[in-house]
């Protein structure tokens, strides 16, 4: 029997094993689903799958055009293999239309256009909400300097244009989406990449004509049944798990 691989990270809706080379991690999607921080769960069916293999399509276009992300190879129908980064402390959100935390915020409707993309950031810990930080605490804090962030927005804008792009093509709107950022070392010198993933679950899409959800918020605000939605997606992009049964959620407390 092979031995246990060792666990390094266990997140809301991934786990992360120690990879077969030095410098490799093993990331598992799980069926999990959290939203309000993870005071509302559900597993869901099938989830971890469908975002395995779109994170695994827009990770490979990415590569395609030049931006530098953590992606490997996927290894099987759950998991990946990636490059080990240090994580930057931060949710990277870029928003096109007002949604969401800053529709609230700024008393704009939802769905409006915004008048450029916006990218702020949030600072990753669960036991604050992720509170939005300004750059000002990000470079006193020491979690990013000024290059830094020059770079970070520079990625941000770039994974931006790659997937308002392929959204467009298939009928979706991007609404907004976030990434984490990865630093990885080659010998004194020090890269940023895109790391996490990218799936429904990190972005807000929206069918262009019926404005249908496409993303987590139909699991947020119990817009009917996620599975459904992210295999929607899947379908318009030609990247279906040929044996995803959409299947009802179990809800958990």
Not at 32 to 45: H, R, S, V
Not at 184 to 201: H, N, T
Not at 213 to 233: C, H, I, Q, S, W
Request: proline share 6%; charged share 25%.
């Amino acid at each position: 029997m092979a031995p246990r691989r060792k666990k390094i990270y266990e997140g809301k809706a991934k786990i992360l094993y120690e990879g077969p080379e030095p410098g490799t991690l093993v990331q598992y999607f799980k069926d999990d689903a959290t939203a309000f921080n993870a005071q509302k769960k559900a597993t869901i069916e099938g989830k971890g799958v469908l975002n395995n293999r779109l994170s695994e399509y827009f990770m490979t276009g990415l590569t395609n055009i030049g931006v530098p992300t953590h992606f490997i190879k996927r290894l099987n129908m759950r998991e990946q293999l990636i490059r080990q980064v240090e994580i930057v402390p931060l949710e990277v959100i870029v928003r096109n239309f007002a949604a969401g935390s800053i529709a609230k915020r700024l008393g704009l409707e939802e769905g409006s256009p915004l008048p450029r993309p916006i990218v702020e950031y949030s600072y990753k810990n669960d036991d604050l909400g992720d509170p939005l930080v300004p750059e000002e605490y990000i470079i006193a804090f020491g979690w990013a300097n000024q290059q830094d962030l020059d770079d970070i927005v520079a990625l941000a804008l770039r994974v931006n244009d790659f997937l308002t792009g392929v959204f467009y093509g298939v009928g979706i709107k991007l609404i907004d989406f976030k990434i984490e950022i990865g630093r990885v070392w080659d010998g004194d010198f020090m890269r940023l990449i895109v790391a996490d993933e990218i799936s429904p679950d990190s972005c807000r899409l929206w069918d262009m004509k019926t404005g249908q959800k496409l993303d987590k918020d139909v699991f947020r605000r119990d817009l009917g049944n996620l599975t459904d939605a992210y295999t929607e997606v899947a379908k318009r992009l030609g990247v279906l798990p040929t044996n995803t049964q959409p299947i009802k959620p179990t809800l958990i407390n």
